[in-house]
């Protein structure tokens, strides 16, 4: 079975004008059968499931040395990525570029698999629940230049903040998916 290619090489092949700089590195998926052979110190090489190779390999481009994912599929793995601080800003700018210039759209089943298998990985984060109060929710190892809410109150002007209309039963961070998306902003 042939490598997937992810990282910025599939970048530069699927969007060569995304970024002036590529990272130089060679980035392969191997299903997770298949052993990489000859690894270099400097290559990042990754099994994943049978079942993400599967998917990623059925609509990716099949060259004579690796498969490409499609479009949709590079712009998932990206994003599967940023619940992680794994080059998250790198991860963010080449989100937003590939969804606003490009009109790319991820595919949710493959999201949803990756998110499983880096939670695996990478190390769940059950840890970072809404259901707290505000104190110790916004108490951790971010420096806030203002208060949270404060830049909420601002951008609603002279309104209430739209996030207080979706707080879930006394609750005062965790959002309401049902009252959230009353406002259809999801």
Not at 97 to 108: R, S
Not at 130 to 144: A, E, I, R, S
Not at 167 to 181: M, P, Y
Request: charged share 30%; glycine share 4%.
């Amino acid at each position: 079975m042939k490598p997937i290619l992810v990282g910025s090489r599939a970048l530069r092949k699927l969007f060569p004008y995304l970024r002036v700089k590529f990272d130089a590195d060679l980035d392969l998926w191997f299903d997770e059968s298949c052993e990489a052979k000859n690894k270099q110190k400097s290559d990042d090489f990754c099994s994943i499931p049978n079942k993400i190779y599967e998917m990623i390999s059925a609509e990716g481009i099949h060259t004579d040395e690796w498969i490409i994912p499609s479009p949709s599929h590079l712009l998932t793995i990206k994003l599967a990525h940023m619940g992680w601080d794994i080059f998250w800003d790198k991860h963010f700018k080449d989100v937003c570029k590939i969804k606003l210039i490009f009109k790319v759209e991820p595919d949710l089943s493959l999201f949803r698999e990756l998110k499983s298998f880096w939670k695996v990985k990478h190390g769940n984060k059950d840890f970072l629940s809404l259901y707290k109060n505000k104190k110790d929710f916004f108490t951790d190892n971010v420096t806030y230049a203002m208060d949270h809410d404060t830049l909420h109150e601002y951008v609603a002007g002279d309104k209430d903040p739209l996030y207080k209309a979706c707080l879930s039963e006394n609750e005062q961070v965790a959002i309401d998916r049902a009252k959230f998306k009353q406002f259809g902003l999801e």
